[in-house]
């Protein structure tokens, strides 16, 4: 029984180092945009300054982007728990009906 929980803490512990290296690579994004922002306006060159604001609007999609691969760390957790918890089946029909009520047109 312990062997089993120290599986699951390994994973999860998987699971998270993955999810601080992807924010870490965001964080390191806004850092630099911040600072380029702010060393360009110390220097008075206010045209560049405008550039690196317009560089700095990429900064809405990449935080939806955060929040999508936040969601998918999380998915993909509950589906680890599911399948260890030997649950595939009613896994399986929320996946299709998820599917079914979210993507499928008519």
């Given at each position: ?9 390994e ?16 964080l390191g ?13 110390g220097?008075?060159n ?5 550039f ?5 609007q990429?900064?809405i999609?990449t935080?939806?982007l955060?929040?999508?691969?936040l ?5 993909l ?14 896994v ?12 499928v047109?008519?």
């Amino acid at each position: 029984m312990v062997a089993s929980l120290v599986e699951v803490l390994e994973e999860c512990l998987l699971h998270i180092s993955i999810f601080i290296s992807e924010s870490m690579i965001l964080l390191g994004f806004f850092a630099g945009i911040g600072v380029r922002v702010v060393n360009e306006l110390g220097a008075g060159n206010a045209k560049r300054a405008k550039f690196a604001t317009a560089v700095d609007q990429v900064e809405i999609p990449t935080t939806l982007l955060a929040f999508n691969i936040l969601l998918n760390c999380i998915q993909l957790v509950l589906s680890g728990v599911a399948v260890g918890s030997s649950s595939q089946g009613v896994v399986a029909f929320v996946n299709i009906g998820s599917y079914q009520h979210f993507w499928v047109k008519e």
